[in-house]
């Protein structure tokens, strides 16, 4: 298969090796990926699309079956998306809108068997790609998701397996957002809540059955009743600030990967090529096998074919700077691994402010939300709501402290030892840009018991290059 964009249309000759002629293709198929001599991914998304769409009928089967809509997320997950997502970091970049669309429509008809939203093909693509540097954070993220979910299994045990789903969710969303997804933190939480809230009322407080108070209706009454007290707002209002500085980071770190990427897209022009030929290559017409330029014109060339990255240098210096002020501001509640460790106190928090509220929370409900026949007699006032605001507080609010001390291990472990460590490593590399010249021509030691070095013109001594730069 050949590969040209160029203007002209002149065929290529044909390849052969030894002599042997090699027969061309319009497009091959290596791992499942089809590649064609346009690069053009049509082919491999629409052989992904017929896949995805025959699994689809599984799905629909086992929602006719009546199975959770935790394990038809799971199915998704494990069938359909891995299929979506295969070889994903090398078509989605170049896939048309056109496409793109229509892989969309496979998740959103996922989403309305399942009931459930599902992460978006952008969003699965930003997982894909994310650099290195998002794995501790998504350490942190599982840890935080594995001890939440022990947490309430533990101490609410009446929940059963459905906090697994709940928990799952949100932490997912964390994990998106600090991606770059256009979800919010406000968002995120009010969907927990709104989840938790009807299964606390039925499983905690032993509320009224399905058929006598309306499901939607809780989910949207515990705002407006403020079950669950102050933690919801709590918890906003952490997760906000941390998990945007975060984000910032993370964002500031994929653009200090391509300034440091620049370096790798420099083309050599024509007058740094012929220098550089005159730099290595003029040495062997005299006869020196193993010759070693001077120090000086070295670092003239390279200076003449480095310019472009030269002008980096006080960008670079900028942004170094910059990055460690913003790692030496996430601190406290803008802290993230701080804020995930609490999470879980902060929702039993919530769930023990529910169970104490028992009485109110359950004469409310059944008067906001009760579906029972109406009466055409005379009607009795429903008890005031209280606004959030003046629910009672407790007089000293119990104490946050994850279950598990961040700083109790080695702190040179955690994230913040992490980011110390790297910024103090990164603010090594300030001079980068500007001694880059001077880095290559450094790279060659002298040849053993030679004193002599190439000037451009003829072998001379080093000390004399040295006393011509230190006089220049």
């Not at 968002?187 to 939607?216: C, I, K, T």
């Not at 995930?340 to 359950?362: E, F, G």
């Not at 840009?433 to 030691?445: D, F, I, Q, T, V």
């Amino acid at each position: 298969m050949i590969v040209d964009f160029r203007k002209s249309t002149v065929p290529p000759p044909p390849p052969s090796v030894m002599d042997s002629p090699i027969t061309s293709v319009e497009s091959f198929r290596f791992l499942g990926t089809t590649i064609t001599q346009d690069l053009k991914w049509e082919p491999t998304i629409s052989s992904l699309i017929k896949k995805a769409q025959q699994r689809m009928y599984f799905l629909r089967q086992l929602r006719k079956a009546k199975l959770p809509a935790q394990m038809l997320v799971q199915f998704y997950t494990a069938i359909i998306e891995s299929i979506l997502t295969s070889s994903i970091t090398v078509w989605f970049a170049g896939a048309t809108v056109r496409d793109k669309q229509r892989l969309q429509r496979i998740v959103r008809s996922a989403e309305e068997v399942i009931g459930r939203s599902l992460p978006s093909l952008q969003d699965l693509s930003r997982l894909c790609l994310c650099p290195v540097s998002t794995e501790a954070f998504d350490l942190v993220l599982r840890h935080g998701r594995n001890s939440t979910v022990s947490l309430l299994r533990s101490e609410f045990p009446a929940l059963g397996s459905s906090v697994h789903s709940l928990v799952g969710q949100l932490y997912m969303d964390m994990s998106l957002y600090i991606l770059g997804s256009d979800s919010s933190v406000n968002h995120m939480v009010g969907v927990l809540y709104s989840r938790l809230f009807p299964l606390a009322y039925r499983r905690l407080l032993g509320g009224a059955a399905p058929s006598s108070v309306s499901e939607d209706c809780l989910k949207g009454a515990w705002k407006d009743s403020g079950a669950f007290g102050p933690y919801p707002k709590l918890l906003m209002t952490r997760l906000s600030r941390s998990l945007l500085a975060t984000r910032v980071f993370l964002q500031a770190l994929n653009l200090g990967i391509e300034v440091v990427n620049t370096t790798d897209h420099l083309r050599p022009g024509r007058d740094c090529s012929r220098s550089l030929l005159r730099l290595w290559f003029c040495p062997h017409c005299h006869g020196q096998l193993e010759p070693v330029a001077c120090k000086g014109l070295c670092q003239a060339v390279m200076q003449g074919c480095l310019g472009g990255a030269v002008e980096v240098q006080p960008h670079w210096r900028t942004y170094v700077e910059g990055l460690g002020k913003l790692a030496l501001g996430m601190r406290g509640e803008q802290d993230m691994e701080a804020v995930v460790l609490r999470l879980p106190s902060i929702i039993k928090l919530s769930l023990k402010h529910v169970l104490n509220a028992k009485t109110r929370i359950t004469a409310l409900m059944s008067g906001m939300c009760s579906q029972g026949p109406k009466r055409s007699t005379r009607s009795v006032g429903l008890p005031s709501l209280p606004h959030p605001a003046s629910v009672s507080r407790p007089a000293h609010p119990p104490s946050l402290a994850p279950e598990h001390d961040p700083s109790a291990g080695d702190p040179d472990e955690t994230l913040t030892g992490l980011r110390r460590e790297f910024i103090s490593s990164l603010r090594g590399f300030i001079p980068f840009y500007s001694g880059l010249g001077e880095a290559l021509c450094s790279r060659e030691p002298p040849t053993a018991n030679s004193s002599l070095c190439w000037n451009g013109h003829e072998m001379t001594d080093r000390r004399d290059d040295a006393v011509e730069r230190r006089m220049s």
